[in-house]
């Protein structure tokens, strides 16, 4: 759980796709996570209009680096509040 961030499960895939509360705009948002703490993803936006202040996220990875990621948008999220 990151407070901001609404997460449902995902069924059949190794991505998720969370709603943000902040108003920035996706696009900015993933280059924000990109240059500050090194974690690539898929802006919303790239889905169409109904996936802005949405992102896209791989959970293809070992046990140990999805820690290590989820710990670092915990942080920069936390940043936003």
Do not use: C, Q
């Not at 996570?33 to 293809?60: C, D, N, Q, V, W």
């Amino acid at each position: 759980e990151i407070d901001g961030l609404d997460v449902m499960k995902p069924r059949g895939t190794f991505y998720v796709f969370p709603r943000y509360k902040y108003p920035i705009p996706s696009g900015e948002l993933a280059e924000k996570i990109l240059m500050e703490k090194h974690i690539a993803l898929t802006p919303g936006s790239a889905f169409g209009k109904y996936g802005e202040y949405h992102f896209r996220l791989s959970f293809a990875s070992s046990m140990e680096n999805l820690e290590e990621g989820i710990s670092r948008l915990r942080d920069f999220f936390s940043s936003l509040s």
